[in-house]
């Protein structure tokens, strides 16, 4: 639990950070912060085994830290620098790790669903005991590849964990005026690939949600599909004026379900430590963001001819 | 005249459009009540009904597909695909159904409609806000793509489009938005209010597509370029003091071959310019074609001024895209070579 807390709150301070260097004009272009939904990713990721795959979409900087990617490596792609995971080249929205299979960061929404899908054959083919953990939103799941990936995935029992973040909101458009079946988890029927909604806010449930998923996924039964319920409380992107839901709507959620302060609760009434071991906990993990920040600054840029590496083998 | 940006431009143009036809209809992601990201369809929404201008699921595919369809059958649609970089999921539709229609119905019907898309970089958008695919569509016969360079040519432009009766991809130059770019990374903004085509007629004109258009005379060398760069172009003709003679191309496809040979006939050299990559770029058709009607008259060998054959990058945005001094050092060598 202590440490689920600490991986939420290390996301949480990255993502307030990102957000200031945006302000100061460091990061550049497009960069979607995770604040509101860590619950998500932190909890699936204590369900996983070490080699299981982890793909998102562009909302990603929550997912890397989750996967035990560097915040050095991420914080410095996003400044575009030498430093980051993709030395510059992918920035925000597009960022792997080999080590820590992360397969991306991808910008074009809905996209990964086929390719988490992918990986999921992948490792049925090679029988490696690994599942891959596919992750969208609810925008995403209106994309006609999502249920391409569907219908192979469950034809072929592939090992794969989809997890829905709904967060009530792609872009300016609620889930309601996008979805004749609001319930995303229910979008499974018809491919007899089983769904369950989850509270997204709350790490326990997220968690156990996510462990038996995946064991349904690993022991050759196919896919699962978890929706996770919760809330970005940031705007869409750094550039929206978030004119499409009120300041009370976000207010009401960060006040009584902010998945943090839900933990620290917990924390706190089972003892597990008390408010100045938690408060230390948050000094060290600024330190480690605001190390982050520094490399990210400090960090070169690539050298130009970075630009021309990269895009085939090279002879 | 009222100053306009591009967006009121597009916005002034769609409320025409709305107006005085009603089959016209407009949907896209966050375009209907959000009035889009870019604002382009601002306010349309509660001024004409949320059955004629409205919000789609993020559905590129289908929103292509789904303007075949109700084109067909009388409707007027004019959809949003909100970056251009997003336009692949509804490439198949264009390809296989949008573009030939007409022809494999043997005229019986037609996909008349218009696919606006914000496009192009300048706007540190990293590879998937900021690519240019527009020879991708230029390769389609039964389309036409046009790429306006300013508010005035935007909103006739786009009346002219969706008042044909062809299907259109209308490709929309973000960058320049809100005003021009004269090519020098991170120079402070600059508004269409000083500039003469940010003068736009408040009511209904047409700029026919196809037609291009000679934005400066000249006579050292032709650059042939569109969207953003046009403006890049000028000012790098003011900065060096090499008299080039600068061509708006407009539209692409169909696109006007007479202006342009007629230029490289005068001057003898020729420039063709483009953000996108270099390898079967638009250019590529440009200077092939420029050879085949002016090869007598050409003095050196065209030239092309492109992005590379990468992605567009995140870091060193400016080491891609054709900048101001790009273009100066691409104007000094096909003015001196022999
Ligand atoms: C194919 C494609 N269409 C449109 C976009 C623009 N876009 C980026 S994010 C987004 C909303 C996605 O919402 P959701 O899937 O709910 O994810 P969230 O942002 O809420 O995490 C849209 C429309 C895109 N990146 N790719
Ligand atoms: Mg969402």
Same mark, same amino acid.
Request: aromatic share 10%.
């Given at each position: 639990?202590l440490?689920?807390?600490?991986?939420?709150?290390?996301?949480?301070?990255?993502?307030? +950070?990102?957000?200031?260097?945006?302000?100061?004009g460091?990061?550049?272009?497009?960069?979607?912060l995770?604040?509101?939904?860590?619950?998500?990713?932190?909890?699936?990721?204590?369900?996983?085994?070490?080699g299981?795959?982890?793909?998102?979409?562009?909302?990603?900087?929550?997912?890397m830290?989750?996967t035990?990617?560097?915040?050095?490596?991420?914080?410095a792609?996003l400044?575009?620098?030498?430093?980051g995971?993709?030395?510059?080249?992918?920035?925000?929205?597009?960022?792997f790790?080999?080590?820590?299979?992360?397969?991306?960061?991808?910008?074009?929404?809905?996209?990964?669903?086929?390719?988490?899908?992918?990986?999921?054959?992948?490792?049925?083919? +090679?029988?490696?005991?690994?599942?891959?953990?596919?992750?969208?939103?609810?925008?995403?799941? &209106?994309?006609?590849?999502?249920?391409?990936?569907? &219908?192979?995935?469950?034809i072929?029992?592939?090992?794969?964990?989809?997890v829905?973040?709904?967060?009530?909101?792609a872009?300016g458009?609620s889930?309601?005026?996008?979805?004749?079946?609001?319930?995303?988890?229910?979008r499974?029927?018809?491919f &007899?690939?089983?769904?369950?909604?989850?509270?997204?806010?709350?790490?326990?449930?997220?968690?156990?949600?996510?462990?038996?998923?995946?064991?349904?996924?690993?022991?050759? &039964?196919?896919?699962?599909?978890?929706?996770?319920?919760?809330?970005?409380?940031?705007?869409?992107?750094?550039?929206?004026?978030? +004119?499409?839901?009120?300041?009370?709507?976000?207010?009401?959620?960060?006040?009584?379900?902010?998945?943090?302060?839900?933990?620290k609760?917990?924390?706190?009434?089972?003892?597990?430590?008390?408010? #100045?071991?938690?408060?230390?906990m #948050?000094k060290?993990?600024?330190?480690?963001?605001?190390?982050?920040?520094?490399?990210?600054?400090?960090?070169?840029?690539?050298?130009?001819?970075?630009?021309?590496?990269?895009?085939?083998?090279?002879? | 005249?009222?100053?306009?940006?591009?967006?009121q431009?597009?916005?002034s143009?769609?409320?025409?459009?709305?107006?005085?036809?009603? /089959?016209?209809?407009?949907?896209?992601? /966050? !375009?209907?009540?959000?009035?889009?990201v870019?604002?382009?369809?601002?306010?349309?929404?509660?001024?004409?009904?949320?059955?004629?201008?409205?919000?789609?699921?993020?559905?590129?595919?289908?929103?292509?597909?789904?303007?075949?369809?109700?084109?067909?059958?009388g409707?007027?649609?004019?959809?949003?695909?909100?970056?251009?970089?997003?336009? %692949?999921?509804?490439?198949d539709q264009?390809?296989?159904?949008? $573009?030939?229609?007409?022809?494999?119905?043997?005229g019986? %019907?037609?996909?008349?409609?218009?696919?606006?898309?914000?496009?192009?970089?300048?706007?540190?958008?990293?590879?998937?806000?900021?690519?240019?695919?527009?020879?991708? =569509?230029?390769?389609?016969?039964?389309?036409?793509?046009?790429?306006? !360079?300013?508010?005035?040519?935007?909103?006739?432009?786009?009346?002219?489009?969706?008042?044909?009766?062809?299907?259109?991809? %209308?490709f929309?130059?973000?960058?320049?938005y809100?005003?021009? =770019?004269?090519?020098?990374?991170?120079?402070?903004?600059?508004?269409?209010?000083?500039?003469?085509?940010?003068?736009?007629?408040?009511?209904?004109?047409?700029?026919?597509?196809?037609?291009?258009?000679?934005?400066?005379?000249? !006579?050292?060398?032709?650059?042939?370029?569109y969207?953003?760069?046009?403006?890049?172009?000028?000012?790098?003709?003011?900065? !060096?003091?090499?008299?080039?003679?600068?061509?708006?191309?407009?539209?692409?496809?169909?696109?006007?071959?007479?202006?342009?040979?007629? $230029?490289?006939?005068?001057?003898?050299?020729?420039?063709?310019?483009?953000?996108?990559?270099?390898?079967?770029?638009?250019?590529?058709?440009?200077?092939?074609?420029?050879?085949?009607?002016c090869?007598?008259?050409?003095?050196?060998?065209?030239?092309?001024?492109?992005?590379?054959?990468?992605?567009?990058?995140h870091?060193?945005?400016?080491?891609? =895209?054709?900048?101001?001094?790009?273009?100066?050092?691409?104007?000094?060598?096909?003015?001196?070579?022999?």
């Amino acid at each position: 639990m202590l440490s689920w807390y600490k991986d939420m709150l290390l996301i949480r301070r990255f993502e307030e +950070k990102a957000g200031q260097l945006y302000g100061m004009g460091l990061i550049a272009g497009f960069c979607h912060l995770y604040i509101g939904q860590e619950a998500v990713v932190v909890g699936v990721q204590g369900a996983l085994e070490e080699g299981d795959q982890v793909v998102t979409g562009y909302r990603d900087h929550g997912h890397m830290l989750a996967t035990g990617m560097d915040p050095n490596g991420v914080m410095a792609e996003l400044t575009g620098r030498e430093g980051g995971y993709s030395r510059g080249k992918g920035g925000s929205m597009h960022m792997f790790s080999r080590d820590k299979n992360f397969f991306g960061g991808h910008g074009i929404v809905g996209a990964q669903v086929p390719i988490g899908t992918g990986l999921a054959l992948s490792n049925k083919y +090679k029988e490696n005991g690994k599942i891959s953990v596919t992750y969208f939103g609810d925008g995403a799941a &209106n994309q006609g590849q999502v249920y391409e990936s569907f &219908n192979m995935a469950k034809i072929w029992d592939l090992p794969v964990v989809y997890v829905i973040e709904n967060n009530q909101y792609a872009m300016g458009t609620s889930v309601k005026r996008s979805s004749s079946e609001t319930h995303l988890y229910k979008r499974g029927v018809s491919f &007899n690939i089983p769904g369950e909604e989850v509270d997204g806010m709350d790490v326990v449930a997220v968690n156990e949600a996510a462990a038996k998923a995946a064991e349904h996924a690993r022991s050759g &039964n196919g896919p699962y599909i978890l929706e996770m319920k919760t809330y970005r409380y940031r705007g869409h992107s750094m550039s929206d004026p978030a +004119k499409y839901r009120t300041r009370e709507e976000v207010d009401d959620i960060r006040s009584h379900s902010d998945p943090i302060e839900g933990a620290k609760k917990k924390i706190l009434e089972a003892g597990y430590a008390d408010e #100045d071991a938690l408060k230390k906990m #948050d000094k060290e993990i600024k330190e480690i963001v605001s190390d982050s920040a520094d490399f990210a600054r400090e960090s070169p840029e690539p050298n130009p001819d970075e630009l021309y590496t990269d895009v085939l083998i090279e002879g | 005249m009222p100053a306009m940006n591009m967006i009121q431009a597009l916005n002034s143009a769609m409320d025409i459009l709305l107006t005085q036809n009603p /089959d016209v209809v407009m949907f896209g992601e /966050d !375009s209907g009540y959000f009035g889009g990201v870019f604002n382009a369809t601002d306010k349309l929404q509660a001024k004409h009904g949320a059955h004629r201008v409205f919000d789609t699921p993020i559905n590129e595919a289908a929103i292509a597909a789904m303007a075949i369809g109700m084109a067909a059958k009388g409707l007027k649609p004019v959809a949003e695909i909100q970056f251009s970089d997003y336009i %692949f999921p509804a490439f198949d539709q264009i390809v296989s159904e949008m $573009s030939r229609i007409r022809y494999r119905s043997a005229g019986q %019907f037609t996909s008349g409609c218009v696919l606006r898309s914000p496009w192009g970089g300048g706007i540190r958008g990293g590879q998937t806000h900021s690519m240019s695919p527009e020879a991708f =569509f230029t390769h389609i016969p039964g389309v036409k793509v046009a790429i306006p !360079s300013n508010p005035y040519d935007a909103k006739g432009m786009l009346i002219a489009a969706a008042e044909g009766n062809d299907p259109v991809i %209308f490709f929309e130059p973000k960058r320049i938005y809100n005003g021009p =770019f004269d090519g020098v990374p991170d120079a402070p903004l600059k508004s269409w209010a000083k500039h003469p085509k940010g003068e736009v007629p408040e009511g209904h004109y047409r700029v026919e597509l196809g037609k291009a258009e000679v934005t400066r005379e000249g !006579s050292a060398c032709t650059v042939v370029t569109y969207g953003t760069l046009v403006h890049v172009a000028e000012h790098a003709a003011e900065k !060096s003091g090499i008299d080039a003679e600068i061509i708006d191309l407009k539209s692409l496809s169909p696109y006007d071959i007479d202006t342009i040979a007629a $230029s490289v006939n005068k001057t003898g050299r020729a420039i063709v310019a483009h953000e996108a990559p270099r390898t079967s770029g638009f250019g590529a058709e440009l200077a092939a074609q420029i050879q085949e009607d002016c090869f007598y008259a050409l003095e050196a060998p065209v030239l092309r001024l492109t992005g590379w054959d990468t992605p567009y990058p995140h870091a060193h945005e400016w080491a891609y =895209f054709p900048i101001q001094s790009r273009f100066i050092r691409a104007m000094e060598a096909v003015t001196k070579a022999v």
